[in-house]
């Protein structure tokens, strides 16, 4: 079966950098565009950023352009988020999703809405201290 599984997740202050990955097992990854979600209590989820199954497209939400950026390495099967400049609004559980694009090197228009992505992680825990 497929498996999603995110880490890296942990405290920071603000200012300070993180690194999360997010491996998938059980299906061929190179037919996957990757996707990173966070939620925050109270908040709806959001869409943080998308890579399509090459890496030729990379997507962001405004709110994270010029700080994270999103890689994947096809060889190890892994996402990658590297988050910097943290700010105590980004502590969220941060969510790696996967979406099979066999016939395309994009990500789906909607993708910030989640819907598209079956595959899903638990989660990581992100918290950004003032």
């Known amino acids: 079966q497929v498996q999603v599984v995110e880490s890296g997740g942990g405290l920071v202050q603000a200012g300070g950098s993180l690194r999360l990955s997010c491996t998938v097992s059980g299906m061929s990854f190179d037919d996957l565009s990757m996707g990173w979600f966070r939620q925050a209590p109270g908040k709806e989820r959001e869409g943080v950023s998308c890579?399509?199954?090459?890496?030729?497209?990379?997507y962001y939400t405004d709110s994270v352009k010029g700080r994270f950026t999103i890689s994947r390495d096809n060889a190890k099967n892994t996402v990658y988020l590297q988050m910097t400049s943290l700010k105590p609004e980004d502590t969220a559980m941060y969510y790696c999703?996967?979406?099979?694009?066999?016939?395309?090197?994009?990500?789906?228009?909607?993708?910030?809405?989640?819907?598209?992505?079956?595959?899903w992680g638990q989660g990581t825990q992100v918290t950004v201290s003032s």
């Open positions: 890579i399509s199954k090459r890496g030729m497209s990379t």
């Open positions: 999703a996967a979406d099979r694009r066999r016939f395309s090197d994009t990500c789906s228009g909607s993708w910030a809405q989640g819907s598209t992505f079956p595959y």
